[in-house]
């Protein structure tokens, strides 16, 4: 028998589905031109106001407003989605995160090396069975699926991004290893106790607390196996009492869809608290690098390691910001991109903005990296 709330979850997803459609077309789209000019425009501005109305300035904002963000969290990400899904590929391809690099190393070459850190630490093998949570368009799961041999489900509640996701495993030959699903990570669509391993890669912090994420991926995974995660924290350097460490928090938060930015501390304790030893857990953003991970978003051309990295950095320059949004501006004007398209360039620069500063001072780091294991006597 099907449960009201099994219901409520299938008509959402309906509902998601059905928006994106409208929104996006039926048809997978490439280039950031062709997407925004094909986009419907009513629809793409109701997705603007929804995420826009969201928020206040950070002086302005109450415990109510946050909790109301908190309690909407679906509707939240899922618009920031709908509105910079295009942008992030256009500006970072196809894996929706950042990494540490070496010296010399081409950017896409330490994206893919990040993922196979991950991949590496949580003992991912052929044939084991493993679900991506929050898997964006599914670069990471690709790569993973190819360097492993594992099939890779990646699970993700924002449609258009399920959407791109098979179309670009299908062009790369890999339907057969991988598979995307539109799903909340908070209700994962599989049954207890029945996966080899799970990994998160800066998704969870969408979630509206770590403990409800976490304690669903402790459900799937069989006793003895592994989730590895790069999350989102606050470092120990943060005060929530401190008006700017709050503000660049919440210009984090703005820029990239959160509900609530959370301390390290509480992520540690929310593993522990469902049910999971830790083997390992380290800041990755604080390895004394030479090269910091947050170059690209400086617009700094100079720390480009390769030619290729000067096509990523340079649209984060002062230059390259202003022709991308006056790009955008031209093309809203004309009735090509939609109204919004301009604001929506104007949060995401923030965002890159927000990021780099609370990287600077120490407040922030987006790979607080965590293996933790599923007990071998869990039921």
Known sequence: MVSAQSTAISAQHSEDIAFARAMHGKEVKTGLLSNLSSKNRDVSNVASETYLNMWKKPENETKEDETKRVDSYTDLVNS???????????????????????????????????EHYLAANIGIKRGMKVVDLGCGVGGPAREIAEFTGAHVTGVNNNAYQVQRAKHYAAKQGLSDQTEFVKGNFLEIPFQDNTLDAAYAIEATVHAPTFESVYGEIFRVLKPGAKFGCYEWCMTDDYNEENAEHRRIA?????????????????????????????????????????????????????????????????????????????????????????????????????????????????????????????PETAQ
């Open 80 to 114: 920031y989605y709908n509105l910079a899904t295009d942008f992030y590929e256009y500006g970072w391809g196809g894996s929706f995160h950042f990494c540490r690099y070496y010296p010399g190393e081409e950017f896409f070459r330490a994206i893919a090396r990040h």
């Open 250 to 374: 919440h210009g984090i938060e703005r820029g990239n869809g959160i509900p609530k930015m959370r301390p390290i501390a509480e992520c540690l304790q929310a593993l522990k608290n469902v049910g999971f030893e830790i083997e390992l857990h380290e800041d990755l953003a604080n390895m004394g690098d030479q090269i910091q991970w947050y170059y690209p978003l400086e617009g700094d051309l100079r720390k480009c390691q390769t030619v290729r990295d000067y096509l990523t950095t340079i649209a984060m320059t002062k230059a390259g910001r202003f022709t991308t949004t006056n790009f955008c501006r031209v093309l809203e004007k004309v009735g090509l991109a939609p109204k919004g398209t301009v604001e929506t360039q104007k949060f995401l620069e923030m965002a890159a903005d927000a990021l780099v500063e609370g990287a600077q001072k120490n407040l922030f780091t987006p790979m607080f990296f965590f293996v933790a294991k599923k």
